[in-house]
């Protein structure tokens, strides 16, 4: 199985608006977009791979549970992107891990992602993704 890194993910409580400037103009990330709603993620795309910038605007939401489980570890996660996303699921459950929701989910972008319950494990949040 193929594995690489999809995006380094970035929880943060601040204004939106002012952080995306900030990563765009001072640190100079290509901004390739973003989303409305209430919780708010800004794509960054860079050679390498990805950096999302994600801000919770308001609670009462579907990502509510994510965000709180992820964000009681660490405000960032990072996402493996994979091949077979079947079988990464299937290894890491193999392996004693579980996870968030029920993969494979849609993620923010095109693809679908396993996040693995961060409680399961030591180190930084992670999901497995996959383009769709």
């Not at 890491?92 to 993620?107: D, H, I, K, Q």
């Amino acid at each position: 199985m193929a594995i690489d890194i999809h995006h380094v993910g970035q929880l943060l409580n601040t204004k939106f608006t002012a952080a995306v400037e900030f990563y765009q103009e001072t640190v100079g990330l290509p901004l390739r977009g973003t989303t409305e709603g209430p919780v708010r993620v800004a794509f960054f795309e860079l050679p390498s791979a990805e950096f999302h910038l994600i801000v919770r605007e308001e609670r009462g939401t579907p990502a509510d549970d994510l965000l709180d489980a992820v964000g009681r570890r660490s405000a960032a996660h990072v996402a493996f992107e994979v091949d077979d996303l079947a079988a990464a699921v299937a290894d890491a459950s193999a392996a004693g891990l579980s996870f968030l929701g029920n993969p494979p989910e849609a993620g923010l972008g095109p693809y679908r992602r396993a996040f693995v319950a961060p409680a399961g494990h030591v180190g930084i949040p992670f999901e497995f993704v996959s383009p769709d």
